[in-house]
């Protein structure tokens, strides 16, 4: 069975300072690895996927992710974090077609203090 | 981009109601949609996967009969809770997945989500 562990629940940054928000992951073959972002009441924003290739993955708002197969991880980073960027953030898997159940992490809530 | 809408945004209602919440495609045609359900400060629980014109499946633990799903259209799938009670106050997520996308390179798999539906059942 595919899960996703976060294991910070909860993460306050300086504003200006850099991110790093944690992902592992547990899935019989290739993963599809997916980050999203949700402001309070509101529905998931896709930030960035991995599906295959080069493992740096670049995505919206200035996030990046790193797809590490020995370590099972998939963690999204920022080198400077906006007061916008306070929100919760998922990481989930998926796999191929025939096999697109997404599996969410519990996800980190992000706090930016000025 | 896709766009998926979902409707209302929220609801409040009675023990024993139902309702109903609409899931739309804006811009493409969804064979498949997802429903999910989020508990305050916890992450989305897969509940169901509907297919257009076929009946959905159910994540285990999720029961059916309580929480009907209809794919009638390629843009619509809706979800009634039915006789709700406060157990049942969440909010409710939908995704639709664009077969138009796939096979192209990057973009297979993914799933775009509507803002939510909050429901509360007194």
């Known amino acids: 069975a595919q899960s996703v562990t976060q294991p910070d629940i909860h993460i306050t940054v300086s504003e200006g300072a850099s991110l790093e928000l944690r992902c592992n992951y547990s899935?019989?073959?290739?993963?599809?690895l997916f980050w999203y972002v949700q402001s309070p009441g509101q529905g998931l924003q896709l930030l960035l996927k991995?599906?295959?290739?080069?493992?740096l993955v670049q995505g919206i708002k200035g996030f990046e992710a790193e797809f590490k197969r020995s370590q099972s991880s998939f963690n999204l980073r920022k080198p400077s974090v906006h007061w916008s960027d306070a929100a919760e953030y998922f990481c989930?898997?998926?796999?191929?077609?025939?096999?697109?159940?997404?599996?969410f992490g519990t996800g980190t809530r992000l706090t930016i203090i000025p | 981009g896709a766009v998926v809408s979902q409707h209302p945004s929220w609801v409040i209602c009675k023990s024993g109601t139902s309702v109903k919440i609409e899931c739309r495609s804006l811009d493409f045609q969804a064979t498949t949609m997802f429903w999910y359900r989020q508990f305050p400060k916890q992450s989305l629980m897969l509940m169901a996967t509907s297919n257009e014109g076929s009946k959905a499946t159910y994540e285990q633990g999720v029961e059916k009969d309580k929480f009907l799903i209809n794919h009638a259209s390629l843009t619509l799938s809706t979800l009634t809770v039915t006789s709700a009670h406060p157990e049942d106050s969440s909010f409710y997520i939908c995704?639709?997945?664009?077969?138009?996308?796939?096979?192209?390179?990057?973009?297979?798999?993914?799933?775009?989500f509507g803002p939510g539906t909050r429901l509360t059942v007194l």
């Open positions: 995704s639709a997945r664009d077969p138009g996308l796939a096979g192209a390179l990057n973009s297979y798999n993914e799933q775009f």
């Open positions: 989930a898997v998926g796999g191929p077609f025939g096999n697109e159940k997404l599996t």
């Open positions: 899935y019989g073959a290739t993963p599809y």
């Open positions: 991995y599906f295959s290739g080069d493992t």
